[in-house]
């Protein structure tokens, strides 16, 4: 298992930040009412607005960093991209279907409030990038790689936006959907933070076990945590708004079932870890007092 690098530290130290100032604004009830009180230069008021708006897609990608940090210190460079990228992907997909059909989770649409969004041809091609990236059989990415894939879903995400603008304005076709947002980028990688951290969890403190049984555990886990996080997100934040106005059980069930195939068919052997990293409890125990504490605080 590889030593832990100072960039891994740094960015452990981030996210612990970060999500003590969420902890400190769900507590004392800050919003942007309340900081536009404060005795402050109005570029700060501006600033401090700009992070309570985008404060919780920030937390979720610095997670989401750390979370990758911890697999490839257990799985390896090659594997853990592999798991990423499958994961973003195929969950991708599936929180895109479940928008425009219902299917599995219910029916629900996104707000604008989830930080910024993909069209369905962007989610596509990213698709497409993850399968080809995923494929990649090269153990060592350099920044270069990564920089570079990223500079191509840059330019895929603008290129969409500028054919769906003119592609309606000249033809008066409604292209919502299409080339314009549908999913926040944040809801795949929640996905992969919640799993992926519950999994290395689990392997830390049971190991050994057959994969049917692990993966049930680590269904149980995430869905439980997913249970905790809804009326935080869909009630007090309105990330998303569902049809009925009680959550559908049917929620819940496909949370453990995609849950489940993933670490069934997508997880490395869990033949390969048996050692302990304090990130993944730390970021599973944050993000759950955070959703719980703000919560309660808000009577939700």
């Not at 009830?29 to 501006?46: C, E, M, R, S, T």
């Not at 960093?65 to 853990?80: E, K, P």
């Not at 191509?152 to 947002?181: D, E, M, Q, S």
């Not at 905790?228 to 869909?234: G, L, N, S, Y």
Request: proline residues 6%; aromatic residues 16%; hydrophobic residues 60%.
């Amino acid at each position: 298992m590889k030593p832990w690098h100072s960039s891994d530290r740094a960015l452990f130290g981030l996210y612990g930040l970060w999500i003590a100032i969420g902890l400190v604004a769900g507590t004392l009830h800050i919003d942007d009412q309340v900081v536009a009180g404060w005795p402050l230069p109005p570029f700060l008021i501006a600033f401090v607005d700009l992070c309570l708006r985008f404060g919780d897609p920030i937390l979720i990608a610095l997670a989401a960093i750390n979370t990758h940090s911890v697999l490839v210190r257990f799985w390896g460079r090659s594997a853990a991209r592999r798991w990423l990228l499958s994961l973003v992907a195929i969950t991708a997909v599936i929180e895109t279907a479940g928008t425009l059909t219902g299917l599995p989770f219910g029916h629900y649409a996104y707000t604008e409030n989830f930080g910024p969004r993909l069209s369905l041809l962007f989610i596509a091609t990213l698709v497409i990038l993850c399968v080809v990236a995923a494929l990649n059989a090269r153990d060592e990415w350099t920044v270069r790689d990564w920089l570079g894939w990223a500079a191509i879903c840059a330019v895929i995400k603008i290129v969409t936006l500028l054919v769906g603008f003119f592609f309606h304005r000249f033809t008066h076709v409604n292209t919502a959907g299409i080339f314009f947002p549908v999913l926040p980028l944040a809801i795949p990688l929640a996905w992969y933070v919640l799993i992926g951290n519950a999994l290395v969890l689990w392997r830390s403190l049971l190991p050994g076990f057959i994969v049917p049984l692990e993966a049930a555990a680590v269904a149980t886990l995430v869905t439980g945590i997913d249970w905790v996080m809804e009326p935080f997100a869909a009630k007090l934040k309105v990330y998303w708004l569902w049809s009925d106005p009680a959550i559908p059980l049917w929620n819940y069930l496909s949370w453990w079932v995609i849950s489940f195939l993933l670490v069934i068919f997508f997880a490395k052997s869990p033949g390969h870890q048996d050692r302990f990293d304090p990130r993944p409890p730390v970021i599973l125990g944050t993000m759950l007092a955070l959703f719980a504490i703000t919560r309660w605080t808000y009577g939700v």
